[in-house]
C-alpha cells in the first residue's frame, strides 16, 4: 500500500510539473507572441545617427565638414574590404546570418563559462545586439536596459535585412581616438578607405571595439597584435583564409598613421559659408541636417584656384594695411564660382564681402550701358565730345557735372571704342541720357542678372548704384560666353547619408544678349590694354599690359572709396573689389591699382595649365582697320591703325582723310553724299 501511495504521488507530482511545463510554454509563447506583436506595432526604430556632413570641391578632393566631435563618414558593405567584414563576423558574431538577433547557444556557452569563473568572462552579445544598444541605449548594466535592447534587438531583425544590420553596426561601431565607423576608423589609422584594406590591417582593425583604448594600435600596439592573432586564429578556424594566408597576414608590417582625414576645414571658408546658407534658405535642409546628416554635397569650387587666389591677395597686400578685399571666379559657360574670397582673414572678419558687400561698382558698370548703346545703333565708331560739361534737370533747378580721372578731357570728338579704353566718363554720361536712364536699370536686371536695382540718376552710368562682387563678376560672364545669361553655381549635388541623391542641379541657358553685339562688346573691352586707343590718356590697363601673356578683355572702376577691375579669357571670368569696410576714401598712400593686379597675377597663375585661347568672332561680325580717333576706315597714311570688329552692316564705310599725302588711297569708298544715323542728329540736337 505504501508503495502504491508513493507512485500515486510521484505521479501527481509528474502531472503538476508537465502543466507547469505546459503553462510556462504557454506564458513563453504569449510573451513572445506579445513582444513581437509590440515591435511589429512600433515599426522599424530609425537608424539615423550623428554623421559628418562633408563638402567637396569640383575636383573630388574634401574641402570641409561639419560633426559633433564624431568623426563619422557612412559608407555601403561594397565600399567596405570583404576582409573586415569577415573579421568583424568572426570575432563578433560566427552565427550571424544563422540568428534571429539572439545567439542562444552561445548564450548558454557563455552562462556556463561564467559560471565556472565565477565571474563575467564571456559576452555574447550579437552584432544585432550591439547595433541596438550603439543606437539607442546608454552602456549600464541593468535590467531595464537589457529589457530594452532584447526589444529594440527585435524590432531590428523584424524590420531590416542582415546587410543593412551588419552595415549599419560597422558604421556606427566606436574605434577610439573620436572614430565612429568602419571608414573614418579606417582613415585614422591606416590613412586610407575602408575598401583597401589588407587583411592584416582588417584583423587589427576588427579588434579595436572590444576596448578601444586597450586595443587601440596607436595607445597599445603590443595589446593589438594579440588581439590581431586571436582574429586571424578564428578567420582560419571559420574558413574565410587559409593558414598560409594568417601567417603572412600575422608577419606583414602595419604603418599606423594616427591622423584623422580631413582634420582642417579650413578651405575656402567664405565660400563654405555661402554653400551652408545655400543648403538652408534655398533647398530647404535643416540646419541640424546639415550639420549632423551625413550629407555629400558636391560644389563647384576648384581647391587650386582657391589656392591662387589666396596666395595672391597675401602677396600683394600688405599684412599692416586696413584695406580688405571681395574677390569671384566664374566658369562662363554655366556660372560654376570655382574661388571666392570674402575677406582678408575669416577669423577676423566672416563677413563675406564677395557675396553680401554692396559696393559702388565705378566704371565697371559702363559695359553693361555700352551694350545697351549698341542695341540702340552705336558701334565701336560712335563719337561723342570728351569735354567738361554740365547737364541741368528739373528746369534748371539741378545741375550735374561729371569729371574725368584727374580731370584730363580730349577736348575734341573720341569714339566709343576710345571711351571704353579711356574709361571717358562725359562720354558715358552723355550715353546714358541719349539712350534713357530707364534702359540701363532694365539692362542691367533682366539681362545681366544684378540684384540690385540700379537707380535712374545720370550718375549711375558711373557706378554710382550699389552692387555686389558675384553680381558685377557674374554680368561679365554674359560677354565672355556669348551672351547667355547664367547664374552663380555654388553646388552641382547634394546626396544623403544613404547616397540617395536630393538635390542636383540643372544648367538652363537662355540667350539674352545678341551673340554678334556681344563679341563687339568683348573686342572693345580688350582694348583696355590695347595703347594704339591711346589719346588724352593712357589705357587703364596699362599697368597689367605687360604681366597679361594672353588675351583677355576687362574693365576696372574706380570711384573715391572703391577700386575694382573685372575681366575674363575665354575659359575664365574673375572680379575684384578693394576698399575699405566703412567706406573710407582711398588715399593717395592707397595703391591704386591694387584690384588691377591681384586681377591679373589670380588670372596669369590660374590659367598657366589652360591653352591660350583668343575670342572667337561670331559668323554675324566683320573686322576692318580703322583710325582709333576717329572711327574711320584708316588708310597706308595713318599712323595708327586698329582692327576692330563691328556687327555687319554697320562697319564704317567713309576713309580717314586727316592723314593722306598727295596720292590718293589705293581704296576708295564709292563717293556718294554723306547722311547722318538718326541717332546721331538726335545726339547733335541735344548735346
Known amino acids: 500500500m505504501e508503495l502504491i501511495a508513493r507512485m500515486e504521488k510521484t505521479k501527481k507530482y509528474a502531472r503538476l510539473a508537465v502543466v507547469g511545463v505546459l503553462l510556462m510554454t504557454i506564458l513563453f509563447l504569449a510573451g513572445l507572441i506579445a513582444v513581437l506583436t509590440y515591435a511589429k506595432i512600433q515599426g522599424p526604430p530609425p537608424l539615423a545617427v550623428p554623421q559628418a ?19 563619422r563618414y557612412w559608407v555601403s558593405l561594397k565600399e567596405i574590404s570583404p576582409a573586415l567584414i569577415e573579421a568583424t563576423i568572426s570575432i563578433e558574431d560566427k552565427r550571424f546570418y544563422q540568428h534571429y538577433g539572439f545567439d542562444f547557444r552561445r548564450m ?60 549599419g553596426y560597422l558604421n556606427t561601431i566606436y574605434y577610439g581616438h573620436g572614430a565612429y565607423g568602419v571608414q573614418a576608423a579606417s582613415q585614422y589609422y591606416f590613412g586610407k578607405d575602408a575598401n583597401q584594406l589588407t587583411v592584416s590591417e582588417a584583423a587589427l582593425l576588427a579588434g579595436i571595439p572590444k576596448a578601444p583604448t586597450y586595443y587601440s594600435p596607436v595607445s597599445n600596439m603590443e595589446n593589438a597584435k594579440k588581439r590581431q592573432e586571436l582574429i586571424l586564429q578564428a578567420m582560419t578556424e571559420d574558413g574565410f583564409i587559409t593558414k598560409k594566408q594568417q ?44 550639420e549632423m546628416g551625413g550629407l555629400k554635397v558636391y560644389t563647384t569650387l576648384k581647391p587650386d584656384h582657391q589656392i591662387v587666389a589666396e596666395k595672391v591677395v597675401k602677396e600683394l597686400i600688405p599684412d599692416e594695411s586696413d584695406i580688405q578685399l571681395g574677390f569671384v571666379s566664374m566658369n562662363p559657360k554655366n556660372g560654376h564660382v570655382t574661388a571666392l574670397v570674402g575677406g582678408r582673414s575669416y577669423e577676423e572678419s566672416p563677413f563675406n564681402r564677395a557675396v553680401q558687400a554692396i559696393r559702388q561698382p565705378g566704371s565697371t558698370i559702363k559695359p553693361l550701358l555700352y551694350y ?35 580731370n584730363k578731357y580730349a577736348g575734341d570728338n573720341i569714339t566709343l571704342a576710345q571711351a571704353i579704353a579711356l574709361s571717358d566718363n562725359v562720354y558715358a554720361v552723355k550715353t546714358h541720357l541719349f539712350i534713357g536712364q530707364d534702359i540701363l536699370t532694365d539692362t542691367a536686371e ?42 552663380p553655381v ?18 538652363e541657358k537662355e540667350q539674352v544678349l545678341n551673340p554678334d553685339q556681344a563679341y563687339v562688346m568683348t573686342h572693345m573691352l580688350s582694348g583696355i590694354f590695347d595703347p594704339k586707343l591711346n589719346d588724352y590718356s593712357t589705357v587703364t590697363g596699362i599697368q597689367i599690359r605687360k ?21 575674363f579669357s575665354p575659359q575664365l571670368t574673375a572680379g575684384v573689389w578693394t576698399g575699405y569696410d566703412r567706406e573710407k576714401e582711398i588715399s593717395l598712400v592707397d595703391d591704386k591699382y591694387l584690384a588691377k593686379k591681384l586681377w591679373v597675377h589670380f588670372m596669369e597663375e590660374a590659367l598657366k595649365d589652360e591653352p591660350v585661347k583668343n575670342f572667337k568672332p561670331t559668323k554675324g561680325v566683320v573686322g576692318v582697320a ?10 597706308e597714311d595713318c599712323p595708327v591703325q586698329r582692327f576692330t570688329y563691328f556687327v555687319k552692316g554697320t562697319e564704317p564705310t567713309e576713309y580717314c582723310h586727316e592723314h593722306l599725302g598727295d596720292q590718293e588711297p589705293k581704296e576708295k569708298a564709292p563717293e556718294k553724299k554723306e547722311k547722318k544715323p538718326w541717332y546721331e542728329k538726335v545726339r547733335d540736337w541735344i548735346f
Open 53 to 71: 556632413t562633408l563638402l567637396y570641391g569640383g575636383d573630388g578632393s574634401v574641402i570641409g565638414e561639419t560633426n559633433t566631435g564624431e568623426k
Open 490 to 507: 555654388f553646388i552641382t549635388k547634394v546626396e544623403d547619408w544613404s547616397g540617395n541623391v536630393i538635390y542636383e542641379h540643372k544648367q
Open 626 to 635: 580703322v583710325n582709333p580717333h576717329n572711327g574711320k576706315l584708316a588708310t
Open 108 to 167: 548558454a556557452g557563455a552562462a556556463i563559462a561564467d559560471v565556472k569563473a565565477m565571474a563575467k568572462v564571456q559576452g555574447a552579445s550579437t552584432i544585432s545586439q550591439q547595433y541596438a544598444r550603439n543606437l539607442f541605449l546608454s552602456h549600464d548594466k541593468t535590467w531595464k536596459r537589457k529589457m530594452s535592447e532584447a526589444l529594440y534587438t527585435v524590432r531590428i531583425e523584424m524590420n531590416y535585412s542582415k546587410k543593412e544590420i551588419l552595415e
Open 372 to 406: 545697351s548703346a549698341l542695341e540702340q545703333g552705336f558701334t565701336p565708331s560712335t563719337t561723342m565730345k570728351s569735354e567738361l560739361t554740365s547737364f541741368t534737370f528739373d528746369d534748371g533747378k539741378a545741375e550735374y557735372t561729371p569729371h574725368n580721372y584727374n
Open 446 to 487: 533682366n539681362k545681366f542678372g544684378l540684384t540690385t536695382k540700379v537707380k535712374q540718376y545720370p550718375s549711375s552710368a558711373l557706378g554710382t548704384s550699389g552692387a555686389r562682387v558675384i553680381d558685377m563678376v557674374n554680368a561679365y560672364n554674359v560677354f565672355a560666353n556669348g551672351g547667355y545669361k547664367v547664374k
Open 247 to 290: 601567417a603572412a597576414s600575422k608577419a606583414a608590417e602595419l604603418t599606423i598613421t594616427g591622423v584623422h582625414a580631413h582634420q582642417k576645414a579650413e578651405t575656402a571658408p567664405y565660400f563654405q559659408d555661402v554653400v551652408k546658407s545655400i543648403l538652408r534658405s534655398d533647398l530647404g535642409i535643416e540646419e541640424r541636417t546639415i
Open 547 to 567: 604681366d597679361a601673356t594672353r588675351p583677355y578683355a576687362g574693365k576696372s572702376g574706380t570711384t573715391n572709396t572703391d577700386n575694382w577691375m573685372i575681366g
